[in-house]
């Protein structure tokens, strides 16, 4: 987390939205895909409907009006015509379409394990249908079956032996368990096989497609939003904080930013603008006053030298620098405590006033002994006053010479 926390709030966005995005496009693509799935999938088990209705409408118009003529023509027997008219329906096509029963005349109509399974189904409890994908050689296919039912005209030929033509006698022998049916019995199926190898690739390819045109609309979606995202929010917002480093920098608060629009941004800008403008005002004000301390100390009749907590002199009248026989130039800047005899007691009391509050030479009137520029020393009585500025005190030292 320390990692994502050091990105860039657009690399953060960035990743977030394509995060959030690619896993919007998977679930979309995958839903797609199963949708396209089923449907094929209820295609080919319409197609397959299609074709063993077929074929049982063939079949049971053939038994009811063909009564005499399988005898001299094979061809017309109901079942043989049926398949091969359905054969030819289907000729050019995959699909595989066969007539099956578990007591079949013809071993070519012998069932295999799935069809023996669904059949044995049938017989056992009436169902409409059946359909299953299953690997057939490895390879995915649609097995449906449709379950044909004996009526009267059926059992000519599929019910006694004594009473079937000839020809079926001649074939099948008494005793031939293809014989014995009776009305509303299950004799057999109608058997279809979809390959569905061809089809899911079809989709499979689909698939890829979408990702690939899902992940160009990723792309220029991210791009544009990130464009945006940084154009109106953070080249903004950096604008405004290098603003603020540039002032803390230079300390130069007449610096206004352009406010476009009322928006959060507008308004980050427009704060910052009010906060330039106090921050402006109050240092006019302090530069005002130090002003008016500065020429107050000016015409004042005694010594006087303003220094910070470390000694350093900032702020001198001319009587202190005549005292001390220096420029104001080069006094400012100096140590209060190199013109003292004892400068390290006065070092002491400022610390014990910083960390104390208050300090024996502070506030009170002293003897103190200071040295000019040549070296000499003369006796002066000093009163140290503070001023708090800007959080640090600043301690003002009046000197006044005794003559002696
Ligand atoms: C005219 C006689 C005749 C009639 C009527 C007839 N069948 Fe058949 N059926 C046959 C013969 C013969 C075969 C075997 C055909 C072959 O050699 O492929 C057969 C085969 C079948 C088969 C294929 C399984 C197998 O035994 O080889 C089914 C299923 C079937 N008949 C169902 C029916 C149904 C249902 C009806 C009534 C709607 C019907 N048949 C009417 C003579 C008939």
Same mark, same amino acid.
């Given at each position: 987390m320390t990692i994502f926390s050091r990105r860039s709030v657009n690399t953060k966005y960035n990743i977030i939205s394509t995060l959030l995005l690619v896993a919007l496009f998977m679930a979309l693509a995958y839903s797609n895909y199963r949708r396209e799935q089923s449907l094929i999938l209820k295609g080919a088990v319409d197609n397959a409907r299609i074709i063993s209705r077929q074929i049982i409408e063939t079949r049971d118009y053939l038994s009811k009006s063909v009564t005499s003529e399988p005898e001299h023509n094979e061809n017309l027997i109901p079942q043989v015509a049926a398949t091969r008219i359905a054969r030819q329906l289907t000729r050019g096509s995959n699909y595989y379409v066969r007539q099956v029963s578990l007591r079949y005349r013809n071993p070519d109509n012998r069932p295999d394990r799935f069809e023996a399974r669904e059949l044995t189904t049938f017989r056992d409890a009436k169902a409409a249908e059946t359909w299953q994908v299953t690997d057939v050689n490895g390879k995915k296919a649609l097995r449906y079956l449709l379950p044909m039912v004996a009526d009267e005209s059926c059992l000519t030929c599929h019910g006694s032996y004594d009473t079937a033509p000839a020809f079926v006698q001649r074939r099948f022998p008494r005793?031939?368990?293809?014989?014995g049916y009776k009305v509303g019995e299950v004799i057999g199926a109608v058997s279809v096989s979809v390959p569905m190898e061809g089809l899911y690739r079809q989709i499979g390819a689909n698939l890829r497609w979408d990702v690939l045109y899902d992940g160009l609309v990723l792309l220029v979606f991210i791009l544009i939003s990130g464009s945006i995202i940084r154009r109106t929010i953070l080249t903004p917002v950096k604008n405004v904080a290098a603003h603020i480093a540039a002032v803390a920098h230079s300390g130069n608060f007449t610096e206004r930013l352009v406010q476009r629009g009322e928006d959060e941004i507008g308004e980050l800008i427009g704060s910052f603008n009010e906060l330039m403008a106090e921050l402006d005002r109050k240092t006019v004000q302090r530069v005002e006053s130090e002003d008016r301390y500065r020429n107050f100390i000016e015409i004042a009749q005694s010594p006087i030298v303003t220094f910070m907590t470390d000694g350093k002199i900032i702020i001198s009248n001319q009587k202190a620098e005549k005292m001390f026989g220096l420029t104001k130039q080069e006094l400012l800047g100096q140590s209060i405590f190199d013109f003292m005899e004892h400068g390290e007691e006065l070092q002491r009391a400022v610390a014990e006033y910083f960390s104390a %509050?208050?300090?024996?030479?502070? %506030?009170t009137t002293t003897r103190q002994k200071v040295r000019d520029v040549c070296g000499r020393l003369f006796e002066v009585e000093m009163v140290i006053s503070v001023s708090q500025s800007d959080h640090s005190p600043m301690f003002s030292a009046i000197l006044r010479a005794i003559k002696e």
């Amino acid at each position: 987390m320390t990692i994502f926390s050091r990105r860039s709030v657009n690399t953060k966005y960035n990743i977030i939205s394509t995060l959030l995005l690619v896993a919007l496009f998977m679930a979309l693509a995958y839903s797609n895909y199963r949708r396209e799935q089923s449907l094929i999938l209820k295609g080919a088990v319409d197609n397959a409907r299609i074709i063993s209705r077929q074929i049982i409408e063939t079949r049971d118009y053939l038994s009811k009006s063909v009564t005499s003529e399988p005898e001299h023509n094979e061809n017309l027997i109901p079942q043989v015509a049926a398949t091969r008219i359905a054969r030819q329906l289907t000729r050019g096509s995959n699909y595989y379409v066969r007539q099956v029963s578990l007591r079949y005349r013809n071993p070519d109509n012998r069932p295999d394990r799935f069809e023996a399974r669904e059949l044995t189904t049938f017989r056992d409890a009436k169902a409409a249908e059946t359909w299953q994908v299953t690997d057939v050689n490895g390879k995915k296919a649609l097995r449906y079956l449709l379950p044909m039912v004996a009526d009267e005209s059926c059992l000519t030929c599929h019910g006694s032996y004594d009473t079937a033509p000839a020809f079926v006698q001649r074939r099948f022998p008494r005793g031939h368990f293809s014989y014995g049916y009776k009305v509303g019995e299950v004799i057999g199926a109608v058997s279809v096989s979809v390959p569905m190898e061809g089809l899911y690739r079809q989709i499979g390819a689909n698939l890829r497609w979408d990702v690939l045109y899902d992940g160009l609309v990723l792309l220029v979606f991210i791009l544009i939003s990130g464009s945006i995202i940084r154009r109106t929010i953070l080249t903004p917002v950096k604008n405004v904080a290098a603003h603020i480093a540039a002032v803390a920098h230079s300390g130069n608060f007449t610096e206004r930013l352009v406010q476009r629009g009322e928006d959060e941004i507008g308004e980050l800008i427009g704060s910052f603008n009010e906060l330039m403008a106090e921050l402006d005002r109050k240092t006019v004000q302090r530069v005002e006053s130090e002003d008016r301390y500065r020429n107050f100390i000016e015409i004042a009749q005694s010594p006087i030298v303003t220094f910070m907590t470390d000694g350093k002199i900032i702020i001198s009248n001319q009587k202190a620098e005549k005292m001390f026989g220096l420029t104001k130039q080069e006094l400012l800047g100096q140590s209060i405590f190199d013109f003292m005899e004892h400068g390290e007691e006065l070092q002491r009391a400022v610390a014990e006033y910083f960390s104390a %509050g208050s300090s024996n030479l502070i %506030g009170t009137t002293t003897r103190q002994k200071v040295r000019d520029v040549c070296g000499r020393l003369f006796e002066v009585e000093m009163v140290i006053s503070v001023s708090q500025s800007d959080h640090s005190p600043m301690f003002s030292a009046i000197l006044r010479a005794i003559k002696e």
